[in-house]
């Protein structure tokens, strides 16, 4: 006998729903979020359970590596892509696990990709530098907005980057606003040295992959922007075409055209959100180093506005990397600015 299972996951417990080869359904619990219950409540179909279905929820890590650990085939269903079962007009998790093992066992599951336990510690690690690296942002546009409201004055990019606690005693004549450029200052120096901590623990193991080294020959790709493309985007080949990546990393507009008219939108959040800030990041940095592409965004500036040039540019760019990635090949301008 052929099983099937679907789990509907939450904070603090999950719900099983099993069902056979035919669609019926044989077995039904809620459980608390606790591995050893999940597999107690597995044991006894183990043999017949041709695979398991997970919706990837924010906090699927521990299920997924745990049922895998222990033999299972298990799926990451995509729930941005899931229908929801026609027909119900009442849903709950019962109902919800039970149709995730039912998209399985009729195969239309819309599957999210499961990244390798081996490097996902990295790729989340550079994500909360991501995280720390906006906090920074805000605290300096903090401060810069202190400063333009007491004086009128305004501060460059350059200037706030190197803000002493010298300089703010110059800067600010009452001893409250003092205090608080003091306070900001100390806790943008300590997120400095939180970032530089983990891009030394990052670059000493990515910087040997062959993908890395091909990454950085793309001008304005240095080394965290490589190393957070080549993870975000895991295997190359689950891409079947180059369109397919260019949706994944948010570099294509979601509307939907008929006749040129608009019948639509899409959702705008699908697709990855860490690969569509790298490649916007990666165009502005590939204006500085790369002359064609400067004089390609230009062009394209004075027909579109800044916006469109830069998130074009950004599309552009990230052609060009599944390329690179797919083929073991070297960045060539010539290619994307012919």
């Given at each position: 006998?052929?099983y099937?299972?679907?789990?509907?996951?939450?904070?603090?417990?999950h719900?099983?729903?099993?069902?056979?080869q035919?669609?019926?359904?044989?077995?039904?619990?809620k459980?608390a979020?606790?591995l050893?219950?999940?597999?107690?409540n597995?044991?006894?179909?183990?043999?017949?359970?041709?695979?398991i279905?997970v919706?990837s929820?924010?906090?699927?890590?521990?299920?997924?590596?745990g049922?895998?650990?222990?033999?299972?085939?298990?799926?990451?269903?995509?729930?941005?892509a899931?229908?929801q079962?026609?027909?119900?007009?009442y849903?709950?998790?019962k109902?919800?696990?039970?149709?995730?093992?039912?998209?399985?066992?009729?195969?239309?599951?819309?599957?999210?990709y499961i990244?390798?336990?081996k490097w996902?510690?990295i790729?989340?690690?550079?994500r909360?530098?991501?995280?720390?690296?906006?906090?920074?942002?805000?605290?300096?546009?903090s401060?810069?907005?202190m400063?333009?409201?007491?004086t009128?004055?305004?501060?460059?990019?350059?200037?706030l980057?190197?803000i002493t606690?010298?300089?703010?005693?110059?800067?600010?004549?009452?001893i409250?606003?003092?205090?608080?450029?003091?306070?900001l200052?100390?806790?943008?120096g300590?997120?400095?040295?939180?970032?530089?901590?983990?891009?030394t623990?990052?670059?000493?193991?990515?910087?040997?992959?062959?993908?890395?080294h091909?990454?950085?020959?793309?001008p304005g790709?240095?080394?965290?922007?490589?190393?957070t493309?080549?993870?975000e985007?895991?295997?190359?080949?689950?891409f079947?075409q180059?369109g397919?990546?260019s949706?994944?990393c948010?570099?294509?507009?979601?509307?939907?055209?008929?006749?040129?008219?608009?019948?639509?939108?899409?959702?705008?959040?699908?697709?990855?959100?860490?690969?569509?800030?790298?490649?916007?990041e990666?165009?502005?940095?590939?204006?500085?180093?790369?002359?064609?592409?400067?004089?390609?965004h230009q062009?394209k500036k004075?027909k579109?506005g800044?916006?469109?040039?830069?998130?074009?540019?950004?599309?552009?760019?990230?052609?060009?990397?599944?390329?690179?990635?797919?083929?073991k090949?070297?960045f060539d301008?010539k290619?994307?600015?012919?």
């Amino acid at each position: 006998m052929k099983y099937f299972a679907g789990i509907d996951l939450h904070s603090n417990n999950h719900y099983i729903g099993i069902i056979d080869q035919e669609g019926k359904k044989i077995f039904q619990n809620k459980v608390a979020n606790d591995l050893d219950l999940s597999l107690a409540n597995l044991r006894a179909f183990q043999k017949g359970l041709k695979g398991i279905v997970v919706e990837s929820t924010y906090n699927w890590y521990w299920l997924v590596d745990g049922l895998m650990d222990k033999g299972y085939k298990v799926h990451l269903a995509n729930p941005s892509a899931i229908q929801q079962y026609s027909g119900l007009k009442y849903s709950d998790d019962k109902s919800d696990a039970f149709w995730l093992a039912e998209m399985l066992r009729l195969n239309i599951l819309p599957e999210g990709y499961i990244f390798p336990k081996k490097w996902r510690g990295i790729r989340d690690l550079l994500r909360k530098r991501s995280l720390l690296v906006r906090y920074r942002t805000s605290l300096r546009l903090s401060f810069k907005g202190m400063f333009v409201s007491l004086t009128g004055d305004d501060l460059s990019r350059r200037e706030l980057q190197k803000i002493t606690d010298e300089d703010i005693e110059g800067l600010f004549g009452d001893i409250h606003y003092k205090m608080s450029g003091h306070c900001l200052n100390k806790v943008i120096g300590e997120i400095n040295n939180q970032i530089k901590k983990i891009e030394t623990m990052v670059l000493k193991k990515a910087r040997l992959t062959e993908d890395y080294h091909n990454l950085t020959s793309v001008p304005g790709i240095g080394d965290i922007l490589s190393i957070t493309i080549m993870l975000e985007t895991g295997p190359i080949g689950r891409f079947l075409q180059v369109g397919n990546y260019s949706s994944y990393c948010r570099c294509v507009s979601s509307k939907r055209l008929s006749n040129d008219k608009r019948k639509g939108k899409g959702n705008a959040k699908n697709g990855n959100r860490y690969l569509a800030w790298a490649y916007v990041e990666a165009s502005h940095f590939m204006r500085r180093f790369c002359p064609e592409a400067q004089r390609w965004h230009q062009r394209k500036k004075a027909k579109s506005g800044n916006i469109v040039a830069t998130k074009t540019l950004s599309n552009k760019i990230a052609r060009a990397c599944y390329y690179i990635m797919m083929d073991k090949t070297l960045f060539d301008s010539k290619k994307l600015f012919h």
